[in-house]
């Protein structure tokens, strides 16, 4: 009986181990995969700021249109924010109707709660979520959305953010931190270009 006993308690361990083992066969692909996808993101990002022979408007297009192939939605906008305008400087748009210096008022655009937040903010059912009746739902019926806030120094500068008509999964916490560094480096851009417009003013002044 004993040895019985003993038979059942080995079986019961040795199944245990065999599922303690897929359970991390399991987790170890899910993390591989994570830093598989992370890495690549990181190389394809780093090809295109660092490729000297595109213009800063041409890096700019290609951020987005990967920025649009990575987070899987369709419309993508770096916007100037000043007051409570909302200004497009740069779009991708399915039907590129969405010409460059549209305006709308600040209020009623899904990127007045990426401000008010101070950080990066999605939404993946907007519909369901806690702006169905804010007018920038109702205004643009947009189901997803994710955005960050655009800053140079401690100013808010604009904000960039992708978005599509249709709902999509929920947004990872990878997807937060690559629209974050995709809104630092044209923080950091955008300040440099203020730099050298400055720069070619003063020298012009120098030289009247």
Not at 27 to 44: A, G, M
Not at 79 to 103: C, M, Q
């Amino acid at each position: 009986m004993y040895k019985r006993q003993e038979l059942c308690v080995n079986g019961l361990l040795s199944k245990n181990r065999l599922c303690l083992g897929i359970v991390l066969a399991c987790v170890l692909v899910y993390v591989l995969n994570k830093l598989r996808f992370f890495v690549n993101f990181l190389r394809c990002f780093h090809n295109i700021v660092s490729d000297q022979q595109l213009s800063f408007d041409q890096k700019i297009a290609d951020l987005l249109a990967f920025g649009l192939d990575v987070f899987q939605l369709d419309l993508a906008i770096i916007s100037r924010v000043k007051n409570n305008s909302y200004i497009v400087l740069h779009a991708i748009t399915p039907d590129n109707s969405l010409a460059i210096g549209t305006e709308f008022e600040l209020n009623g655009t899904y990127c007045t709660h990426t401000l008010s937040a101070n950080s990066a903010l999605a939404f993946h059912n907007a519909s369901q979520s806690s702006i169905a009746n804010h007018p920038c739902y109702i205004n643009f019926q947009l189901e997803a959305y994710i955005g960050a806030p655009i800053r140079i120094g401690t100013d808010v500068f604009g904000t960039v953010n992708f978005s599509s008509a249709q709902e999509c999964a929920p947004f990872s916490d990878e997807a937060y931190d690559y629209i974050e560094l995709l809104a630092q480096w044209l923080g950091s851009e955008f300040a440099r270009n203020q730099d050298k417009i400055n720069l070619i003013k003063n020298l012009s002044l120098i030289h009247i």
